[in-house]
């Protein structure tokens, strides 16, 4: 005969099945509890920190820290106290002397091959030419012819062999295409003034004329046309501030027309200036 146990009722296990699970899991609960207050115990810190450094949060690697008023005033103090070095100071006076040289000995190179490489000066170990004297005293007249670039480059040459004989200038009133393209103006010059038109490189032999690029001249002249002869006195390609006088007349006549130099200084002289072209009239004659 088989031994039974009493059965519980349900209605009294339900009791007892709660009160262990109460059990069971109370140690669990506690461990989540005790978590979330460590947590909360944490981001309290963390505000704090922040709260009393500001500047802290933003900070970063290449940040600038600011001195403080104290660390300023150390500073100044300590440059105010700071000794010069005489032998310092004559050592950095000496470089900065040295290299503002090795810097005007490079501009002075590069302006050399430049007007070796545009046909303008002998090259190196060529012999160089006599610097063209002239013969004017400083208070004579000069023939001044005005130009431009838009005339035949044969018709400049012609006037350059006539000028050189009379010590006369050529003046133009710009540079084609601006000062920004000076090499087209030195490409024109020297096709203008070499002997041998058909010589190339810069071993060729140039004529003993001055060129001038001077708008000041057109402008005080009144020159709209060219080309035109003017007979001024002095030097017209004297810097302005080494001139006497920079609002006198430069000339009393001008002269224009495309003819021969002879023929300019002969109208000239018709209108009144015979005085002025005496010398470069007999000087052109050979006489």
């Known amino acids: ?16 099945m709660l009160a262990l699970a109460l059990i069971g899991a109370a140690p669990g609960q506690a461990r989540e509890a005790q978590s979330a ?8 810190r963390l505000r704090e920190a922040n709260a009393s450094a500001p500047s802290a949060a933003h900070a970063g690697p290449d940040a600038i820290p600011t001195p403080s008023p104290a660390l300023k ?12 070095d005489p032998r310092m100071e004559a050592q950095a006076r000496a470089a900065q002397i040295q290299a503002a040289n090795a810097l005007a000995a490079e501009q002075q190179a590069m302006s050399a091959r430049l007007h070796q490489a545009l046909g303008l000066a002998p090259p190196d170990g060529a012999p160089s030419p006599e610097p063209a004297t002239s013969k004017t005293p400083v208070k004579a007249w000069v023939p001044l012819l005005f ?5 035949p480059i044969e018709t400049l040459r012609t006037y350059a ?28 010059t020297a096709r203008m003034l070499r002997v041998d038109p058909g010589c190339e490189g810069p071993a060729c032999t140039m004529r003993g004329v ?21 007979m001024v006195p002095g030097d017209p390609t004297q810097p302005y501030c080494e001139r006497e006088d ?27 200036g015979k005085e002025e072209v005496r010398d470069a ?7």
């Open 37 to 44: 207050d460590e947590g909360t115990s944490a981001m309290e």
């Open 246 to 272: 920079e609002t006198a007349p430069r000339t009393a006549h001008l002269v224009l027309g495309d003819a021969a130099l002879s023929g300019l200084l002969d109208e000239y002289a018709r209108l009144g």
């Open 1 to 16: 005969m088989p031994i039974c146990a009493p059965s519980v009722p349900d209605s009294h296990m339900a009791p007892l």
């Open 161 to 188: 062999g006539q000028l050189e004989r009379v010590g006369g200038v050529i003046a133009f009133r710009g540079v084609p295409g601006g000062l920004t393209k000076i090499g087209p103006m030195a490409e024109l």
């Open 73 to 84: 005033r150390r500073a100044f103090e300590a440059m105010r106290k700071r000794q010069v």
């Open 147 to 151: 130009a431009s670039s838009s005339m």
């Open 210 to 230: 001055q060129v001038v690029i001077d708008p000041i001249l057109f402008r005080q002249h009144g020159i709209a046309r060219v080309p035109a002869l003017a």
């Open 281 to 287: 009239s007999a000087r052109l004659a050979g006489r």
